[in-house]
């Protein structure tokens, strides 16, 4: 194994090649400090997502963990290898490696998209009106007003402004004139923060459309601080189909947005040469709703990244800095603004002509097969096995705070990195792995069974399953310490759940993020 200290690896994140940061810790430990430019891929799921954010396995990678705990970036390092990937180095020391150098570290997650939120406002001067402001307007029926979510729709759901419609972000030069017919209606942009209603709200503008546009000031979080109240589990959702006769003047300012922005169109031949490629990478993204994607005939290459989530979180669906990107959809007028906002993120990006001429031979991830030592229980197995099986370790490996609400009465909990900690000293006592993803808990058992535990069983059981098992259970929360939840991010976890300080917390986290960033990540960023 090779190790890089943190030197070095600067240079190379902002060097002209290719190159995948992976901080392979679990979610809370990444969400409280980590590398400006890192993804995160956990090792607990790394066989199940590595595949798909690094495509190519030559790409240099380099992974990183605690200083601490370099023994589980050493199996990441040998789980990844199994899989095929040949140039993976190790952070010298790991993130403390980094902090000593005296580089910066950051809480939260989708670090590059959110920071470029806060410099686009300054950039554009975003209008933007507040809480209370919005409130007035609403409230007069004289005002001609329409507020838009620019977030998914199950984070819709969750809450909203009272009277929102939910058009995503990726929707909106699609949908909104279909929302908004009249050009004397002002149109409000709203996220639970403030990045997708930047991002949303600046999007109508620069398109050119002819209504007043604004950005609600700290979203839905914004206006809960402003003693306002919120809805809950709301269904009004964009209109699903667009009229064929208001096309051409979509894909016109679409396309001038395009060109504003140098995006360059490629055909379906360039892209398949480019995907065979051994020294560049490419991702392939259908960028329209998960309905669309899910009816269509596409390739396996092609991964589906809703327009508005590839900007707020590329990180989650790209995992190789300066690789190159090609969005599709079939319309001509949602690909060409996600791309005009991924290239100012600082990515080379382009746009397919004729997606439907795209013809390329794709393959699965190759997961490592089961083993045959382990054995799955289903259904009405699960609770006879355990009451006749007394003497069985049974490690529960979902969430944990999953854990701490609801969990068997004799389960112990461990996730991959702490599963060596917890297994049976003796390898031939019988063990019962519960979780909620039979992938998780395949991969799991093969690790035990390489370890030499002799008799493994595994049984798919979520919380209510186990609540209505005619089984011990147990409610007692302390049995987890916060620090033991790795898996679980705690920064400002409940600025959603009534907790005023921490909305303040976070709002304020994500308005500081560009006077935290250096030059080099800065100048990441293009503006016109």
């Given amino acids: ?73 050493k199996r990441a390092h040998l789980a990844a290898s199994a899989l095929g990937y040949t140039d993976i180095g ?8 980094w902090q000593a150098e ?16 806060e410099l686009a ?21 004289r005002n001609k007003i329409v507020v838009l979510d620019g977030r998914p729709v199950p984070e819709y759901k969750k809450m909203n402004i009272p009277g929102s419609v939910c058009c995503p972000n990726g929707e909106l030069a699609l949908r909104a004139g279909a929302l908004a017919p009249d050009p004397e209606t002002t149109i409000v942009i709203n996220c639970a923060g403030r990045t997708r209603s930047i991002v949303g709200a600046q999007t109508l503008i620069n398109l050119g459309i002819p209504n007043k546009v604004y950005a609600l000031e700290n979203g839905t979080q914004g206006w809960y601080l402003a003693d306002l109240p919120l809805e809950h ?6 209109p699903r189909s667009i009229q064929d006769k208001d096309l051409p003047i979509l894909q016109k300012r679409s396309a001038a947005m395009a060109t504003r922005y140098n995006v360059q169109t490629v055909d379906a031949a360039q892209v398949e040469q480019w995907l065979i490629q051994t020294d560049r990478t490419t991702f392939l993204c259908d960028v329209r709703t998960p309905e669309e994607f899910a009816q269509g005939n596409l390739p396996a290459c092609v991964q589906h990244a809703p327009g508005g989530q590839l900007v707020q979180a590329t990180d989650e669906y790209v995992g190789v800095r300066k690789s190159r990107l090609v969005l599709l959809d079939f319309d001509g007028v949602r690909a060409p603004v996600i791309a005009s906002w991924l290239r100012q993120l ?7 002509k004729n997606p439907e001429n795209l013809q390329v031979s794709g393959s699965a991830a190759m997961h490592r097969p089961a083993l045959c030592n382990t054995t799955v229980l289903a259904g009405d197995q699960i609770t006879s096995f355990i009451k006749t099986h007394p003497q069985t370790k049974i490690i529960d490996t979902r969430p944990s705070m999953q854990f701490r609400k609801l969990r068997l009465q004799d389960a112990t909990w461990a996730i991959r990195p702490t599963m060596a900690a917890v297994a049976p000293k003796d390898k031939e006592t019988a ?25 493994i069983y595994s049984a798919c059981m979520d919380t209510e399953q186990i609540r209505h098992s005619d089984l011990a259970v147990s409610t007692d929360e302390t049995v987890l310490s916060d620090e033991q939840c ?43």
């Fill in 90 to 97: 190790i952070l010298q020391d790991g993130v403390q490696g």
């Fill in 121 to 141: 406002e300054h950039v554009y001067d975003t209008p933007r009106i507040s809480a209370l402001q919005l409130q007035a307007l609403l409230t007069d029926d």
């Fill in 233 to 238: 589990q709301s269904d009004r959702i964009y």
């Fill in 431 to 455: 063990i019962l792995l519960i979780g909620e993803h039979p992938e998780k808990l395949q991969i799991l058992a093969d690790d035990l069974e390489r370890a030499g535990h002799t008799e």
């Fill in 1 to 73: 194994m090779k190790y890089i200290n943190a030197h070095a690896l600067k240079k190379q994140i902002h060097d002209a090649d290719e190159i995948a940061v992976l901080d392979i810790r679990e979610h809370g430990q990444y969400g409280e400090n980590h590398l400006f430019f890192a993804v995160s891929v956990p090792y607990s799921t790394l066989e199940l997502e590595i595949e798909r954010l690094v495509p190519r396995k030559n790409t240099r990678i380099v992974m990183y963990g605690n200083k601490h705990d370099d023994e589980v970036v």
């Fill in 486 to 528: 790795i898996d679980f991010l705690f920064f400002v976890h409940d600025r959603h759940q009534g907790n005023k300080e921490a909305a303040r917390k976070y709002l304020e986290w994500e308005t500081n993020l560009i006077s935290q960033i250096d030059d080099l990540e800065r100048q990441t960023f293009s503006f016109d």
């Fill in 102 to 117: 005296g580089y910066a570290t950051f809480s939260g997650v989708n670090l590059p998209s959110k920071t470029f939120g």
């Fill in 346 to 352: 600082g990515w080379e990006v382009y746009l397919l």
